[in-house]
């Protein structure tokens, strides 16, 4: 099969396609022929050795996938072979095949295609486990999304309107801003041109926001937590800006507010069962019309050096996929 290798840490430039030996599923994983992989941000950050874990080389970078499942390795009675399926492989998504463990694979609605799949677990998954079970977000109460037309700020955009929330949706275009507005935000926040704090002051009349929902880092983090109305609490989904930012804690003491870190992988690991009690509530809510995913460009897998570079870049507005066309090449 053909696969993306990366041999070494480093230059996302070194990434070469190769061809390698298939994986073989074995005891509690299931082997899936892969139609469309979700490409993003933390790809490009474990590729260049950048991010907080570090595969064994040689690996393929790729966490989400989607696809045909063609085998299943001992105890596995969940899934079986000829399901389309979505999962989350950690690694090995850059490729025709892919190895899943049973628990991270999950049976998709058949209105949803692979494309969708692909770009709907790591978005989805994260601000769903960052708005219902770190934030424990309530109806009515005001969501602040930063970075909100990116792929996991567009879908915190989304449930948290799902979730009864008033949203602000922030970010550095006014067209970015339209999308934002077209999945839901109440209100809109250009911070290139804007000053984020007065104009969340006047949106809220002076309280600040409930939740703050922070995938981007950098300077804006402290100007946003300064904005935290009391008992607020800031959401740490990641450092798109490049930048971890140090929090002066006594913002935190103040107003009695809390700065809760989200970590969707190793919740999924860690707590299983509970990570698929929300897939499936988000399935349910796909099938039901309420969730929309944005796929901003899909690429064949032989352009992943573009696709990785689109998202690397942060040009994108929702989800970038890649797609391997095993199907198309299968039947014919």
Request: charged share 25%; aromatic share 8%; with cysteine.
């Amino acid at each position: 099969m053909r696969a993306v290798l990366c041999r070494e840490f480093g230059p996302r430039a070194d990434l070469r396609m190769e061809d390698v030996a298939a994986p073989v599923a074995r005891k509690g994983e299931v082997l899936i022929a892969v139609e469309a992989c979700g490409v993003n941000f933390f790809d490009g950050l474990v590729v260049e050795g950048k991010y907080q874990t570090r595969p064994d080389r040689p690996f393929s970078p790729g966490s989400e996938v989607a696809g045909v499942v063609t085998a299943v390795g001992e105890g596995v009675t969940r899934i079986t072979p000829g399901l389309r399926v979505l999962g989350f492989a950690g690694f090995g998504g850059y490729a025709e095949e892919a190895v899943v463990p049973a628990s991270h694979v999950f049976p998709i609605p058949d209105a949803m295609s692979f494309v969708e799949a692909a770009g709907f677990l790591i978005t989805y998954g994260t601000s769903h486990h960052a708005l219902k079970d770190r934030a424990r977000i309530a109806p009515g109460e005001t969501l602040l999304v930063l970075g909100a037309a990116g792929g996991v700020g567009l879908t915190a955009v989304e449930l948290g309107k799902c979730m009864g929330a008033r949203v602000i949706a922030a970010a550095s275009s006014d067209d970015k801003l339209a999308l934002c507005r077209s999945y839901g935000a109440d209100e809109t926040i250009n911070y290139s041109r804007e000053d984020l704090r007065h104009r969340i002051k006047d949106i809220t009349e002076g309280k600040g926001v409930d939740v703050i929902y922070d995938p981007v880092g950098g300077t804006i983090t402290e100007t946003a937590l300064r904005s935290l109305a009391l008992f607020g609490r800031h959401l740490v989904i990641g450092f798109a800006a490049g930048d971890i930012p140090k929090i002066p804690l006594n913002l935190l003491l103040l107003k009695q507010s809390s700065l809760i870190g989200v970590f969707w992988g190793a919740h999924a690991r860690a707590a299983p069962d509970k990570n698929a009690e929300n897939v499936a509530e988000l399935l349910r809510w796909f099938a039901e019309g309420k969730l929309r995913p944005h796929i901003f460009a899909s690429y064949p897998i032989e352009r992943f050096n573009e696709a990785l570079d689109l998202v690397m870049e942060r040009s994108v507005q929702g989800k970038v996929v890649l797609t391997t066309g095993v199907h198309e090449r299968t039947e014919g």
